[in-house]
């Protein structure tokens, strides 16, 4: 009887295993110029160098069913049909979307490269566009403003992705930081 038990411990203990190692899809997005910190330092002159984590702003990823990256709501919502990335990382207090630790701009030693990890995307999200906003504060309930690629990355299968996001997809210019919520004219 005991080695049944056994039998059936380790049979459900390595299919539990073989669950967790769903391939996935990390969808890397690089900056290797200076223009994205060009770009941060349009909302706040000031954003560190070597960021310390708890002042670092928030990545966002979304997926999207289309190549068009629908804007937010009033309320920083995704609308059309782009839904925010439903991984959730294993960082602390970390939200559906994240990407890893946050906005890192790297030393002028390294040319103020952007430095932040990737998007993981699961199979059942093979096929969907990802795109990433970086918001102007930690928190999302903070931000006012974030800016967006121009163009969705194409997630079509398992395994690591780079993006190179300067030249090759770059940031929506057209403003570089958009309102979460206009500010009301009087």
């Known amino acids: 009887m005991r080695r049944y038990i056994l039998m059936l411990m380790l049979v459900m203990g390595a299919l539990s295993l073989m669950a967790q190692e769903m391939p996935n ?3 890397v997005f690089r900056d290797t ?4 910190y060009r770009l941060i330092q349009l909302e706040d002159p000031d954003y560190p160098v070597n960021t310390p984590v708890e002042e670092r702003w928030l990545i966002l990823a979304y ?12 309320k920083g919502n995704p609308t059309g049909n782009d839904i925010v990335n439903p991984y959730l990382t294993s ?5 559906e979307g ?15 490269r952007l430095g932040f990890g990737g998007a ?3 199979p059942e999200h093979f096929g969907k566009y990802v795109y990433i906003r ?8 903070d931000a006012t403003k974030y800016m967006v690629l121009h163009t ?31 500010p009301r004219e009087y």
């Open 33 to 36: 110029s200076d223009a994205t």
């Open 120 to 122: 993981v995307v699961t």
């Open 134 to 141: 970086i918001f102007n504060a930690h928190k999302l309930e």
């Open 91 to 95: 960082i602390e207090n970390a939200i």
């Open 98 to 112: 994240q990407v890893t630790n946050g906005l890192l701009i790297g030393p002028e030693e390294i040319g103020y």
């Open 25 to 27: 899809a990390i969808v």
């Open 63 to 74: 997926l999207s069913e289309d190549d068009k990256i629908d804007p937010l709501d009033a």
């Open 152 to 182: 969705p990355i194409l997630v079509e299968g398992e395994g690591p992705q780079s993006t190179t996001i300067i030249p090759d997809y770059g940031w929506d210019m057209d403003p570089v930081w958009k309102w979460i919520e206009a």
